[in-house]
């Protein structure tokens, strides 16, 4: 059954938060990404579940499922996802009692950061891995495990694909598939797929195709080298997705070869609307996008043949972003349809009579689990490891199954980095807030989405009695469930280091025989000074290797010793900065120091030195602006994609002589976020 007036939060974290406890995200503590804690004047927003806020899993498990997960967590702030923990909030801790994925908010299809339960493994090395196929792998052995010792015990089973957020990285055959088939272009693609919606039922026969978003440019008008390239970030695109069709096909002939099919509910959706990451060029780098790098056509072109390859981060263009969110305005981050408006299919055979049908009842993400619970017939625990339990605000919608004139959701409220929604009774009002601007100038929009499905006839001029009276329900709503302060801090909140958090403090000392760091939980270097301490023992000469790397292909820093050099390597995209030192590595006991001084925003000199004597320096023009790298932090070797191309074909070129720490010194002139100031 297929639901087309289902709803999420525009963003990952907070939809995940709202489905596995069946509440809203603000109430839960997730009100926005996990990679952002805001501190504890938005409790809110602080990147993890509140204990309160039970999960399905921790629920199910209580009344005796096995429960699994496989795939993307994105669950717990991320200065909390070292391999060191703490784990209070990973996968088994709220409530499975299995996990392989990755804990963090988007990985590499080829060489993930990798977590089994609690314990971080190594990114495979192996030409043929890809992650999507793994996670279902992993999902399947599950399966296959409990039904051969457990054939009448239930289980539950949460696969959160990598797929499709960026990277789009897919084998070349699958990006083959459709060669030419997105050269006529995203007007004309979009247009196709609008009437098509409407020939299949799934939006209403009035609806109506909204004008193109801002800075989307006529496919005509583009020179023939944009197209071309264009085309081949959506043929990327599109053989992910059929890809990653192809490994739910592999869990669905698993389920029935068990004889579980029959037997087993399935709910599919995704956890916001199409993303406008890639910007007007698509990217070859998440680093860069994050970082608010514009990728220039000619710098894309060159990777025009590796599109969905290990060397490149592809995220398509915004234009192929406006047609996946067909037949809606705007993208993911967004309280306009195309943030919050998805799919949303619910499989069961023994309650659905009428399969196939398309159901128009508004529906939101928190409803999915209470539904579940009212399927079983499950009340979840007033406490749950001694914590007393919050209310569950979610609703079932399990009579839709079976009666489709069955009532929908009548009001939701929506919030994220300062847009605000909310849906009363077949109308919706919300704001597009400009970031810095006060929250009480905000234009408010009005439609009667009951009547005017896309949301194309703007009626706040014509009903401003009804603007606000929906403007002061959403208040009431946003009171209620948590949802203030506002704030409209969003990807600055890389930088906000609130004092009661692991990364508040200056000093760092790393040993060797770490696994490798996630970039969210290394020391916040950052648009700040600060000094790096490697001491290190060589016997001879021909002791060489990586002394301290952090990063990957796409962007980074890495320490290293060859020729008997010592060289500092700085890179971001297509610019880098090198230092290499102009005398030789003693043998011996020496210690390598690198000090940055921060010189400005983002900016400053970089000194090297061995035994204290000066060996080099750089000066660092532009430095990230919130992100380091995607790929995280090794002591005395580069895992999984090295930072330099100096020692690319080395693999992990491990450092031969003697290491034992690395230190990291950070001044007192960061410019950190402030959150509420």
């Known amino acids: 059954m297929r639901y087309n007036n289902a709803h999420v939060t525009p963003l990952c974290s907070p939809t995940r938060a709202s489905l596995l406890t069946g509440r809203n995200s603000h109430e839960v503590g997730v009100g926005t990404v996990t990679n952002f804690d805001m501190g504890p004047e938005f409790p809110n927003k602080r990147g993890a579940i509140k204990p309160e806020a039970g999960t399905i899993a921790e629920v199910l498990n209580e009344n005796g499922y096995n429960t699994y997960a496989a795939g993307k967590w994105h669950l717990a702030p991320t200065d909390q996802t070292t391999p060191a923990g703490p784990y209070d909030n990973w996968p088994l801790q709220k409530g499975f009692d299995q996990y392989y994925g990755f804990i963090e908010d988007s990985s590499d299809q080829y060489r993930p950061d990798l977590t089994i339960d609690n314990t971080q493994i190594p990114s495979p090395i192996d030409d043929n891995y890809h992650f999507s196929e793994a996670i279902v792998e992993n999902a399947n052995r599950y399966i296959t495990n409990h039904t051969s010792v457990h054939p009448d015990k239930e289980f539950f089973l949460y696969l959160t694909f990598g797929a499709q957020h960026s990277p789009h990285q897919v084998p070349e055959e699958y990006k083959k598939m459709y060669e030419g088939v997105y050269d006529e272009g995203w007007d004309k693609i979009r247009q196709a797929r609008f009437e098509e919606q409407k020939k299949l039922g799934i939006i209403p026969e009035n609806t109506k195709l909204p004008p193109s978003n801002p800075g989307i440019k006529p496919w005509d008008e ?100 406006q047609v996946s969110n067909t037949p809606f305005s705007q993208y993911k981050n967004s309280a306009f349809a195309g943030g919050i408006n998805t799919p949303l299919i619910v499989y069961h055979p023994e309650l659905i009579e009428d399969p196939g049908s398309i159901r128009t009842q508004y529906v939101n993400v928190s409803d999915i689990t209470p539904t579940v619970y009212d399927i079983l017939d499950v009340k979840p625990p007033k406490e749950i490891k001694g ?52 929250f009480e100038n905000d234009e408010w929009f009005l439609y009667h989405v009951e009547a005017d499905f896309s949301e194309t006839n703007n009626l706040a001029a014509e009903y401003p009695e009804r603007l606000k009276e929906l403007q002061k329900l959403w208040f009431k709503e946003a009171e209620k469930y948590g949802a203030l302060p506002l704030t409209d801090i969003f990807i600055e909140g890389f930088l906000s280091v609130p004092s009661d958090t692991l990364r508040a403090k200056n000093e760092y000392t790393y040993y060797l025989g770490m696994d490798r760091l996630t970039d969210s939980a290394v020391a916040p270097i950052i648009n700040r000074s600060y000094e790096i301490t490697i001491p290190i023992e060589r016997e001879n000469t021909t002791q060489e290797g990586v002394l301290l790397a952090h990063g990957g292909l796409e962007a980074g820093y890495t320490f290293y010793i060859q020729n008997n050099k010592v060289f500092y390597e700085y890179r ?106």
């Open 222 to 321: 583009l020179t023939p080298e944009e197209q071309e390239l264009y085309a081949n970030f959506q043929e990327t695109y599109a053989g992910m997705l059929t890809h990653t069709d192809e490994q739910v096909g592999k869990l669905l002939d698993n389920l029935r070869e068990k004889d579980q099919l029959d037997d087993t509910m399935i709910v599919v959706l995704s956890d916001n609307g199409a993303s406008a990451g890639g910007k007007t060029n698509g990217s070859v780098s998440r680093t860069l996008a994050f970082n608010g790098i514009k990728e220039s056509l000619e710098d894309n072109q060159k990777y025009k043949d590796m599109l969905g390859s290990p060397e490149a981060g592809t995220d398509y263009p915004t234009g192929w972003a």
């Open 387 to 438: 914590v007393k339990q919050m209310d569950i605000s979610g609703q079932s919608f399990k009579n839709t199954l079976t009666n489709p004139k069955a009532e929908g959701r009548e009001t939701q409220y929506f919030e994220v980095s300062g847009n605000r929604a909310i849906y009363h009774d077949g109308w919706k009002a919300f704001t597009s807030h400009k970031k810095g601007d006060d």
């Open 572 to 677: 971001i995209g297509e610019r880098g900065y090198k230092i290499e030192s102009n005398m030789d590595v003693p043998t011996g006991e020496s210690v390598i120091t690198y000090q940055f001084d921060k010189m400005g925003s983002h900016k400053g000199v970089g000194t090297l030195y061995i035994n204290d004597t000066k060996v080099g320096e750089v000066e660092l023009e532009n430095t990230q602006l919130y992100k380091i790298s995607f790929e995280g932090l090794d002591v005395g070797k580069d895992t999984a994609y090295p930072v330099s191309q100096a020692y690319a074909d080395q693999g992990e070129f491990e450092f031969k002589g003697k290491l034992v720490k690395v230190h990291y010194s950070l001044g007192d002139d960061a410019e950190f976020i402030v959150p509420g100031k």
